[in-house]
């Protein structure tokens, strides 16, 4: 393994070449770059396309650039030349994982696919991320997020009865593809250091998403039964749910034991429910659904938020209010967790985003890099790592093989 910065976190000396845009890949190298690992993050010409993507900028990059881009280092070259491939293939022989995520066949065409990297470091794990693999019969098809969201039959659970399908607010697709391409990553690590030998890791958005169905995928392939928009509602507990209390906040309340139910029973002022032979158990409770919910909500609608927040705390039910961002990132629990980072680069620019959850009890979080600018680390990358000479990084750059954070960036075709 390569020796790399922050010496202290479990991938130290883990050295990762980032041929990722947009927000799968980078989300990927930003959790390997906060784990410990020094992340290379090789952008075109143009720059990573997030960086220019509106309505939020801290200087001249974009919130969104910004919020998955930390410990990283940036680097600008252009593949489209042979020096740059030729720059590529030896960083890759520097490094122990290349992620990236071009559509199947786009690295192959360039000369930088897997046989090639691999026969440079026959040690290399190489991780591909599409958005349906590199094999099969979409494997061509371009997709993003919300496509997957949409193919894999997790959008059809999601939004209100009756009403059209929704995507989730949160980019899970492109997210959780991210997170499976580390898991990977970390099991083929650990048989790299057994073996010694690399391997290739292939993630489709699809298959993530649909692995993402659970139970309610095993729910259909037992019962054959195709289930629609879960709303607010939970497909196997009547009493685990979304209620509006009488002030209009929602409330999330998750009673999925008897005891819990008895006791919600209690604290809505409906104990005469409990001995009623339609909620006697969850069984009967999920069959009468359609009479329960209704009498619940009209309890909830007696008392404000708050005040059902307290009692149903008091009584072990598990019990919040539906935050809105405003409220979800300045929560003191959230705070203590430092689930929200401070970042400042030498020219001033301060943003927040949000921390790393994975925490290594009794080891202090060291405060992130700021995400890099634009070719900042051309110059030291091309020294550091590779070796090149200063003659040798000004032929490069005068030929504009690289381009370091001096530079104007090209504009972004349409």
């Known amino acids: 393994m390569n020796q790399g910065s922050q010496s202290s976190k479990p991938l130290a000396g883990v050295r990762v070449l980032d041929l990722t845009q947009f927000l799968s890949g980078p989300y990927a190298t930003m959790i390997l770059g906060d784990l410990g690992a020094e992340v290379i993050k090789v952008e075109p010409p143009q720059g990573d396309a997030t960086r220019t993507i509106p309505p939020n900028f801290v200087g001249e990059d974009s919130a969104y650039y910004l919020s ?3 410990n990283k280092r940036s680097i600008v070259v252009d593949l489209k030349k ?5 720059l590529v293939l030896r960083l890759a022989k520097a490094s122990d994982i290349v992620i990236e995520n071009y559509r199947p066949g786009v690295m192959d065409r360039l000369g930088l696919g897997y046989g090639e990297l691999s026969r440079a470091n026959p040690a290399i794990i190489w991780a591909s991320i599409s958005g349906f693999g590199q ?10 997020d919300m496509i997957v969201q949409a193919l894999s039959g997790g959008m059809s659970l999601t939004g209100e009865s009756g009403r059209p ?10 997210l959780a593809a991210g997170m499976f391409s580390v898991i990977g990553i970390l099991a083929a690590l650990h048989e ?6 690399g391997k290739r890791i292939d993630v489709a958005m699809l298959d993530c998403q649909v692995s993402m169905l659970c139970y309610q995928a095993a729910y259909y392939l037992v019962s054959g039964k195709v289930p629609g928009p879960q709303g607010r509602e939970h497909d196997s507990f009547a009493t685990y749910r979304t209620f509006e209390a009488g002030d209009g906040v929602s409330v999330v309340v998750c009673a999925n034991t008897e005891k819990m139910w008895q006791d919600m029973a209690r604290i809505l002022g409906l104990n005469e429910l409990v001995d009623d032979a339609r909620f006697r158990t969850n069984a009967d409770r999920h069959e009468h659904r359609g009479a329960l919910g209704p009498l619940m ?3 909830f609608l007696r008392r404000p938020a708050q005040e059902w927040i307290l009692d149903f705390k008091q009584a072990g039910i598990p019990v919040g209010v539906v935050n809105k961002l405003d409220h979800a990132l300045s929560d003191p629990h959230v705070l203590h967790r430092n689930m929200v980072v401070h970042m400042n680069d030498e020219a001033g620019h301060e943003v927040r985003v949000a921390g790393n959850p994975v925490k290594f009890t009794g ?3 060291s405060p992130p890099a700021y995400p890099p600018r634009f070719g900042s680390d051309t110059r030291s990358v091309l020294s550091d790592v590779l070796g090149c000479s200063a003659q040798e990084i000004a032929s490069l750059l005068a030929d504009q093989v690289v381009l370091d954070r001096m530079a104007e960036r090209k504009p972004i075709s349409p």
């Open 68 to 70: 998955i881009n930390r």
């Open 82 to 86: 042979p020096q740059g491939r030729e």
């Open 135 to 144: 094999d099969g019969p979409y494997r061509d098809y371009p997709a993003y």
């Open 165 to 174: 399908a929704v995507r989730a607010g949160i980019p899970i697709g492109d």
């Open 192 to 197: 790299c250091k057994a073996a010694g030998r």
């Open 297 to 299: 909500e009209a309890a």
């Open 363 to 365: 080891e202090p979080e």
